[in-house]
């Protein structure tokens, strides 16, 4: 996935407008806009720390999709359940305690269908 889409991402994740995001980080929404599409493709390591910290990301996911660090998601000792669990953690985060019982219940229902495929 490209820097661009991680912070669209991101950014949507939270229901956060780039004009926010601008307000809360200082970094003008013209910026942000060219990084969301691609147009800039290495910004800043100081840009990347504040969009992760705000978007409540891992701040080495986007210096590896920037190109600046080697991606850590291809080190040993970060499982695929790891990231996976990750993912979930991450957008979970704004659920409804009934929205997170929906997604338990269809866990379950997966874990059922396997067990008796």
């Known amino acids: 996935m490209s ?6 991402d991101a950014r949507e994740h939270l229901l956060m407008t780039l004009r926010q ?8 929404n013209a910026y942000l806009s060219q990084l969301e599409n691609d147009k800039i493709q290495k910004p800043s390591a100081n840009i990347l720390y504040k969009l ?5 990301v891992n ?15 291809n080190s040993v000792g970060v499982s ?4 996976i669990l990750s993912n979930i953690a991450f957008y ?5 305690n009934e929205e997170k ?7 379950k229902f997966l874990r ?3 067990k008796n495929a």
């Open 92 to 96: 979970a985060e704004n659920l409804s």
């Open 112 to 114: 059922h269908k396997k």
């Open 80 to 83: 695929e359940e790891d990231k």
């Open 101 to 107: 019982n929906e997604v338990l219940e269809y866990i």
């Open 52 to 56: 992760a910290t705000i978007y409540k």
């Open 3 to 8: 820097l661009g889409k991680k912070l669209k």
């Open 59 to 73: 701040l080495n996911a986007l210096l590896a999709a920037a190109g600046i660090i080697q991606d850590a998601t």
């Open 21 to 28: 995001v601008e307000d809360a980080t200082g970094i003008s």
